[in-house]
């Protein structure tokens, strides 16, 4: 049988010419070998493969374009593991930011008396569990348009041991439906609208209704028409939003009566990424 650092020099080689990276293969390598940090990968590199035929097949899809965390079933977000499959969005990075930033608001604004939170358009749940567990005394509600998507979200939220209720439905109907109100509203709702702009790994294997916006930010429009019959007042509405909105995002807050004040947030990279909105009353 092979080594790990056989294989991983091989199939390094062999994905030389694809969009595949070298994590993607320790990633795999890692998950075949049961090896749950990264930093032991270095350290039993000179073990033999457990599975060579099942590292043959998973690395057969990764070569199709297949996410890695969708083979092994896995994705971090904050320093914590969660199960995602093709239900779901595969959490990217910059939302782990607009998770911050809200903690950050939150604190600042709100406190943790009184704070119930709803994450609208869920999907795998990380941002409603991670606000779950940096604020254990809040209420959150995690929503989704799709019943699949919930599903995956309550294997997370059992796993991570985070208490949360479940809605399903479309933007803050099933909070009006149950009549409750809450103080901060956090969403990471579909804008893509450029599907060129969508790698082919993601655009052949994760959920378009969770990425592409095919009617002109029809989530956020809805959430701001009708955030007034769910809120309790003052309130939060947070968003995540793309590269290439500002100028609609400007438009469309311009033209809400009243107006709210709100601003863009960059992220770590200079780049739109948060839509921050107040409101007193």
Known sequence: ?????????????????????????????????????????????????????C?????????NGEPVQYIVRSASFLNREYYVDDRVLIPRMETEEVVRYAEDMIRTRLGESRLTIADIG??????????KKLFPR?????TDISARALEVAKLNSEFHQASLSFLEGSCLEPLM??????????????????????????????????????????VYRTILRTYRLVADFPCLIIFEIGYDMHDRIVEMMEGLSPKPTWEIIKDINNVDRILSIKIEK
């Not at 869920?122 to 606000?131: C, D, E, P, Q, V």
């Not at 969508?198 to 095919?214: G, K, M, N």
């Open 1 to 53: 049988m092979p080594t790990l650092q056989e294989l991983y020099e091989t199939a390094v080689r062999d994905s030389s010419a694809s969009s595949i990276s070298e994590m993607d293969v320790r990633i795999l390598l890692c998950h075949i070998q049961g090896i749950d940090e990264m930093s032991q990968f270095y350290m039993r590199n000179a073990e033999e493969i457990i599975d060579l035929q």
């Open 55 to 63: 590292f043959q097949a998973d690395f057969a899809r990764l070569l």
């Open 122 to 131: 869920t999907g795998s749940g990380i941002i409603a569990i991670s606000l």
């Open 138 to 142: 809040a209420d959150v509600y995690a």
């Open 177 to 218: 439906r149950i009549k409750h109100r809450v103080n901060v509203i956090i969403s990471n709702p579909p804008y893509i609208t450029n599907t060129k702009d969508i790698a082919r790994s993601v655009f052949d294997y994760e959920p378009h209704l969770a990425l592409v916006d095919v009617d002109d930010m029809l």
